[in-house]
């Protein structure tokens, strides 16, 4: 599976943007999808993650109730639609896949997008 992520940009706190996901290579709706993020200096973290069939999706707390993911299959695209981005939110986020049952440890993802650069200045 090759990913592509995209949608990433410089934002003002309070702000939105919506990253883009896109796969390719093998039927995606068999993979289960994540994002991550790694900010300078730490290590890279869980954002959230969604099944193959989009019926279960998973968040960190941090973006409980901030970010939505979700997948469009018959586009072999995953979004994260993130909202009242905070300064602190500033990383490069990435999207995997797997065919597990959607982890949150990133360890256990076996193809990854290049990642996106993502900056909310405060």
């Known amino acids: 599976v090759q990913l592509q992520a995209s949608g990433g940009g410089l934002v003002q706190a309070g702000g939105s943007l919506r990253l883009s996901c896109a796969a390719s290579?093998?039927?995606?709706?068999?993979?289960?999808m994540g994002w991550f993020r790694q900010a300078p200096g730490k290590e890279r973290e869980f954002v959230a993650s969604?099944?193959?069939?989009?019926?279960?999706?998973y968040y960190a707390d941090f973006v409980k109730g901030r970010f939505a993911i979700s997948r469009d299959n018959a586009k072999n695209t995953v979004y994260l639609q993130m909202n009242s981005l905070k300064p602190e939110d500033t990383a490069v986020y990435y999207c995997?896949?797997?065919?597990?049952?959607?982890?949150?440890?990133?360890?256990?993802?076996?193809?990854w997008g290049q990642g996106t650069l993502v900056t909310v200045s405060s």
């Open positions: 995997a896949a797997d065919r597990g049952p959607a982890y949150s440890d990133p360890r256990l993802y076996d193809y």
């Open positions: 290579g093998r039927t995606v709706s068999t993979y289960s």
């Open positions: 969604i099944t193959g069939t989009g019926a279960n999706t």
